[in-house]
C-alpha cells in the first residue's frame, strides 16, 4: 500500500518564474513528513509537484525527477492521471462537491470514473472511508444530505474519506488544518496518526507544534528574498529540527525569531 | 445575583431629535402633486386645451425633489438631505422605466384578447380571407423553428464555452472571445440574408424552409449561450477541479461530472434567455422561412409560418375586414409574450431544482 518517494534535484517554474530550486530528499514509506517554511518558500508548490497538479496552472512546468518506488512521475508517456489515482490529495480548504450528497462525495473517486460497483460493495467502500476518516458516528444516518451541509471541520474529514477511499499509495497534505477549530485540528492529528499505518504522508504546515506533534521527519524550506527560488534548507528527524537543526536559520525558524 | 441599572425612561428619545416623521415624504409627494395639478389645470383653463395628466406629473415630481431636499436640509441636516434626493430621483427613474413596459403590456393584453379563443388555437389560416382563422400553423411554425434553432446553437454554443474556459490558451481563446463579442452585434436582418445565401447555394434560388430560419436564428443564438455559459463556468470554484483531478478522474470526465453538474442551473438559465431573445424575430424569417397560411409540420420542406411574421403579415397586408386582420395580429402578439414568459417561468424552476444544495 504504502511507497517510498524520493525527488532529485526538483526545480519548479511558474512560467519563466523560478519558484523552486535544487530540492532533493527521501520519504519513507509509513512516516509522517511535514514541510515547514515561511509563505511563499515553495513548500505547497513542492508537495503539488509530488500528484502532478502542479501542472494543473497554466505555464507551470518542473525540471528533475521525483521517484515513487524507483518509477520517475515526470518521465515521458506517464499520465498525469495514474499519478494522481496512487498520490491522493486533501487541500487547505475543504472542498466537498456540492452537487453530490455525502455518500456520493465518498464514493466521488469511483463514480466520477465511471467504474462499476455493485450496491453492497459501495456501501463497504462508504462505511470504510468514513470510519478511517473518524466521520462514520456523526454522519451514519444522514449520508443522503449534500456535503456542503457538514461543519468545516467534518467536511475536512469528508474529503480525506474521499481521497482514501480510492486507496492511495501515499497522501498529501496541504495546510489541512489551517481553516479549522482546535477541536477539529485535534481529530484530524489523530486521523493522521492512524493513517501512518497504511499510507506515506506528506503534509505542509504553518503551526510548528502540528509539525513537531504529528510528524516523523520535517523539512524546512526558505526564501533568500521575494522573487528569489526557494530552497530546501534543512530535511532531519522532526526531534532534531525542533531541538538541535543544524542550520542557524532552521533555529531561527523554529524558534519563532523571524518568519 | 445581577442587577440591571437602567436610567429613567425619557419621554422624548434624545435620538430621535431632529428627524423627519415617517410619513412625511407621502405628504410632501401629495402636496406636490396636488400643486402640479392645479398649475395643469390653470394652465388648461387659460389656454382651453386639455387637463394634462404628464405635466401634473412632471411638475409634482419636480416640486417633490425641491421640498423634500429643502426641507430635509432645514431639520436633519446635509446627508440625510442628499439622501432624500438622491432616493427620490432614483425611483423617479424607476418609475419612468416602468412605464413603457406596462403600457405595452397592458395594450397586447387588451387588444389580444379580443381574439384570444379557442378557435385561434386550432385553425390554421388556410382558405381564411374575413373574419376567423387561428394562428396554429404560427405556433407550431414558431415552436418547431427555434426547436431547431436551439438543438443547432445549444451544443455549438456550450461546446466553445467549455474550450474557452477549460482548454483554449493565449491567442486563439482572446480571437474566439472577439469574434463572439462581434456576432452578439449582427443585425438579425444580416442572419436571414446569410442563410438564405446559404441556402440558395444547395437548393437554387428562392429557396424557403423552417430549417433556414433555424439557422439563422442560431446564428444569433449561439454568442448568447456561449458568453453566458462561459461567465457560468468561470463561477465553478477551481477548488472543485482540483479536488476531482486529484482523484485521479482524467479532465474531460471532471467537466462532464463535476463542472457542468455545478453549473448546469446558471447554463439552462442562459440558454432560455437566448431562445427568448430570438424567438421574437421577425426580419431573419421574413426572408428564409418565408410565409404561408398553411400548416407545415416539416422544417426541410415548404414554407413555415412563424408568430411573429404572422403579426406582421396580418398587420401589413389586411383584407377587407380590416379590423379582424389587426385583431388576428394582436392576438398572436399576446401568444408570443405568453410563451416567452413560460420560457422564462420554466428557467427558473429549473435552476430552482438543479442548483447545488446549499446544505442543511
Redesign the interface.
Given at each position: 500500500m504504502s511507497k517510498r518517494i524520493e525527488i532529485n534535484d526538483l526545480d519548479v517554474y511558474y512560467g519563466s518564474f523560478k519558484a523552486v530550486e535544487g530540492v532533493s530528499l527521501e520519504i519513507e514509506p509509513r512516516s509522517v513528513t511535514a514541510f515547514i517554511g515561511p509563505s511563499g518558500c515553495g513548500k505547497s508548490t513542492v508537495l503539488r509537484t509530488i500528484n502532478r497538479m502542479h501542472e494543473v496552472i497554466a505555464g507551470a512546468y518542473v525540471d528533475g525527477e521525483i521517484l515513487l518506488d524507483g518509477a520517475n512521475l515526470y518521465g515521458s508517456g506517464v499520465d498525469p492521471v495514474n499519478v494522481r489515482r496512487q498520490i491522493g490529495m486533501v487541500f487547505q480548504r475543504p472542498n466537498p462537491f456540492p452537487t453530490m450528497t455525502i455518500r456520493e462525495n465518498v464514493l466521488a473517486g469511483v463514480l466520477l470514473n465511471n467504474r462499476r460497483m455493485s450496491k453492497s460493495d459501495q456501501d463497504d467502500l462508504v462505511e470504510r472511508s468514513l470510519r478511517g476518516a473518524n466521520l462514520w458516528n456523526e454522519v451514519k444516518d444522514r449520508l443522503g444530505i449534500p456535503g456542503s451541509g457538514l461543519s468545516g471541520g467534518q467536511q475536512q474529514r469528508l474529503c480525506i474519506a474521499r481521497a482514501i477511499a480510492v486507496s492511495p499509495d501515499v497522501l498529501l497534505m496541504d495546510e489541512p488544518c489551517s481553516a479549522l477549530d482546535p477541536i477539529s485540528t485535534l481529530a484530524i492529528e489523530d486521523l493522521i496518526e492512524e493513517l501512518k499505518q497504511e499510507y506515506t504522508i506528506v503534509i505542509v504546515t504553518h503551526n510548528m507544534q502540528q509539525a513537531s506533534r504529528v510528524s516523523d521527519k520535517t523539512a524546512f524550506f526558505n526564501i533568500a528574498g521575494t522573487g528569489k527560488p526557494g530552497k530546501l534548507i534543512e530535511y532531519d528527524e522532526t526531534t532534531r529540527i525542533f531541538s538541535n537543526p543544524s542550520v542557524q536559520s532552521t533555529e531561527d525558524y523554529v524558534s519563532g525569531r523571524f518568519g | 445575583m445581577t442587577t440591571t441599572i437602567s436610567a429613567p425612561r425619557q419621554a422624548q428619545n434624545p435620538l430621535t431629535a431632529g428627524q423627519l416623521p415617517r410619513w412625511s415624504p407621502w405628504a410632501t409627494l401629495l402636496g406636490a402633486l396636488l400643486v402640479g395639478a392645479a398649475v395643469a389645470g390653470l394652465v388648461a383653463g387659460a389656454s382651453g386645451t386639455q387637463f394634462s395628466i404628464v405635466a401634473t406629473a412632471v411638475i409634482g415630481f419636480v416640486l417633490y425633489l425641491v421640498a423634500i431636499t429643502v426641507v430635509s436640509q432645514l431639520i436633519e441636516g446635509g446627508r440625510k438631505a442628499t439622501d432624500r434626493f438622491v432616493t427620490g430621483l432614483v425611483t423617479g427613474a424607476f418609475l419612468l422605466a416602468l412605464i413603457p413596459l406596462v403600457s405595452l403590456v397592458i395594450t397586447v393584453v387588451a387588444n389580444g384578447m379580443a381574439r384570444f379563443d379557442v378557435e385561434l388555437f386550432t385553425y390554421s389560416m388556410r382558405n381564411v380571407v374575413g373574419e376567423g382563422g387561428g394562428v396554429l400553423h404560427a405556433i407550431i411554425g414558431t415552436l418547431l423553428v427555434t426547436l431547431w434553432a436551439a438543438i443547432i446553437s445549444v451544443p455549438v454554443g456550450i461546446f466553445t464555452a467549455i474550450y474557452l474556459v477549460e482548454y483554449a490558451?493565449g491567442r486563439l481563446a482572446k480571437a474566439i472571445t472577439f469574434f463572439v463579442d462581434v456576432m452578439t452585434g449582427i443585425p438579425s436582418i444580416v442572419a436571414g440574408l446569410f442563410a438564405y445565401a446559404l441556402f440558395a447555394l444547395f437548393f437554387g434560388e428562392g429557396v424557403r424552409s423552417g430549417i433556414g430560419g433555424a439557422v439563422a436564428l442560431s446564428l444569433l443564438m449561439i454568442p448568447t449561450v456561449v458568453r453566458s455559459t462561459e461567465e457560468m463556468l468561470k463561477l465553478v470554484?477551481n477548488?472543485?477541479?482540483?479536488?476531482?483531478?486529484?482523484?485521479?478522474?482524467?479532465k474531460w470526465?471532471?467537466i462532464a461530472?463535476?463542472v457542468l453538474?455545478?453549473a448546469l442551473a446558471g447554463i439552462v438559465t442562459g440558454v432560455t434567455l437566448a431562445v427568448a431573445r430570438v424567438i421574437g424575430e421577425t426580419a431573419p424569417l421574413l426572408i428564409i422561412a418565408g410565409f404561408t397560411t398553411n400548416m407545415n409540420y416539416n422544417v426541410f420542406e415548404g414554407r413555415m409560418m412563424t408568430l411573429p411574421v404572422f403579426a406582421y403579415n396580418q398587420y401589413v397586408s389586411p383584407g377587407v375586414q380590416e379590423q379582424a386582420y389587426f385583431d388576428r395580429a394582436w392576438a398572436a402578439a399576446l401568444i408570443l409574450i405568453l410563451i416567452v414568459m413560460i420560457l422564462n417561468i420554466v428557467a427558473r424552476l429549473i435552476a430552482h431544482f438543479f442548483a447545488?444544495?446549499?446544505?442543511?
Open positions: - | 490558451k470554484p477548488d472543485l477541479r482540483e479536488a476531482s483531478l486529484a482523484l485521479g478522474v482524467p470526465l471532471t461530472k463535476v453538474p455545478t447545488p444544495k446549499a446544505g442543511r
